[in-house]
T-cell receptor, first 116, second 113 residues
Framework: GAGVSQSPSNKVTEKGKDVELRCDPI?????LYWYRQSLGQGLEFLIY????????KSGLPSDRFSAERTGGSVSTLTIQRTQQEDSAVYLC??????????????FGPGTRLLVL | GNSVTQMEGPVTLSEEAFLTINCTYT??????LFWYVQYPGEGLQLLLK?????DKGSNKGFEATYRKETTSFHLEKGSVQVSDSAVYFC????????????FGTGTRLTIIP
């Protein structure tokens, strides 16, 4: 079946512009995660959605970052007033959540963001 | 908080050499442990996992044993191939509600023929 998909695969923007990154999780996966992979910080957690629960936003680096998940499926990560330090690969992952806890997270190919 | 410390790279080995990539962790409770791999130009893929102490995860000739007494999850392979060249990430999740992954910094492995 189809894996996690993300779009766009690459995005170049100017400092100060807003960007939207999209993630389509694996069908039926109720948990969705956003991570960021950058040279200076490695792989870091940003935000987590699980079903209808309030999202865990504890990893968002500033209030310029926000995310939503519509209809329990597709998610959009928005970065407002982009800065050069936002340049990174943004990864989305999804998983099942079953009784007994953690199931494997499956990652998308990522969106490579470059802020000029 | 949770943290993962893994062997700094890059690591360069000859084909058929023995591989060890060290990984230690700090976590509350009983985390699940993972090794993810990122091949050149590809996304992160789960390589193997272990969910409780003394479990051994294995896949594609790689193995790692969950050692609670030493808080370690070292990755090993007896005979590496050129196709194993990739970046390897050790990770944990704490199984307390939010199952976010905490990653190590990654180890770049290059296998030369």
């Amino acid at each position: 079946g189809a894996g996690v998909s993300q779009s766009p695969s690459n995005k170049v923007t100017e400092k100060g512009k807003d960007v939207e990154l999209r993630c389509d999780p694996i069908s039926g996966h109720t948990a969705l995660y956003w991570y960021r992979q950058s040279l200076g910080q490695g792989l870091e957690f940003l935000i987590y959605f699980q079903g209808n629960s309030a999202p865990d936003k504890s990893g968002l680096p500033s209030d310029r970052f926000s995310a939503e998940r519509t209809g329990g499926s597709v998610s959009t990560l928005t970065i407002q007033r982009t800065q050069q330090e936002d340049s990174a690969v943004y990864l989305c992952a999804s998983s099942l959540v079953l009784a007994g806890g953690q199931e494997t997270q499956y990652f998308g190919p990522g969106t490579r963001l470059l802020v000029l | 908080g949770n943290s993962v410390t893994q062997m700094e790279g890059p690591v360069t080995l000859s084909e058929e050499a023995f591989l060890t990539i060290n990984c230690t962790y700090t976590a509350t409770g009983y985390p699940s442990l993972f090794w993810y791999v990122q091949y050149p130009g590809e996304g992160l893929q789960l390589l193997l996992k272990a969910t409780k102490a003394d479990d051994k995860g294995s896949n594609k000739g790689f193995e790692a044993t969950y050692r609670k007494e030493t808080t370690s999850f070292h990755l090993e392979k007896g005979s590496v191939q050129v196709s194993d060249s990739a970046v390897y990430f050790c990770a944990l999740c704490s199984n307390f509600g939010n199952e976010k992954l905490t990653f190590g910094t990654g180890t770049r492995l290059t296998i030369i023929p």
